[in-house]
Nanobody
Framework: QVQLQESGPGLVKPSQTLSLSCTVSGDSITRGNYYYSWIRHSPGKELEWMGAMFARGSTYYSPALKSRTTISRDTSKNQFTLQLSSVTPEDTAVYYC???????????????WGQGIQVTVSS
């Protein structure tokens, strides 16, 4: 059974770059036809899909965040990463990584989720 685990700093200063990693166990991130996504949930807002990487390496981004978002991976560690630049307090959220056989850009119906990590943007 695949498991996903987010990691990274819980506090980031405004204008800095937020960097998170998602370590995948139980399967290789390069195997199959899975999409590995980053999703966030800000207080009082709906879940927001940020972007995804396909197992073959192609990336997809939310138009609203594309200019600030980079998703990459380290296959030697079986990890994929999120970088969000020029953060503001509005980027404070619980950040999740998730996996699905479909490129899902909304909703909660992902096959596997990480437990989430709280990231606060504050000086």
């Amino acid at each position: 059974q695949v498991q996903l685990q987010e990691s990274g700093p819980g506090l980031v200063k405004p204008s800095q770059t937020l960097s998170l990693s998602c370590t995948v166990s139980g399967d290789s991130i390069t195997r199959g036809n899975y999409y590995y996504s980053w999703i966030r949930h800000s207080p009082g807002k709906e879940l927001e899909w940020m972007g995804a990487m396909f197992a073959r390496g192609s990336t997809y981004y939310s138009p609203a965040l594309k200019s600030r978002t980079t998703i990459s991976r380290d296959t030697s560690k079986n990890q994929f990463t999120l970088q969000l630049s020029s953060v503001t307090p509005e980027d404070t959220a619980v950040y999740y990584c998730a996996r699905d056989i479909t490129l899902r850009v909304r909703g909660r119906d992902f096959g596997s989720w990480g437990q989430g990590i709280q990231v606060t943007v504050s000086s």
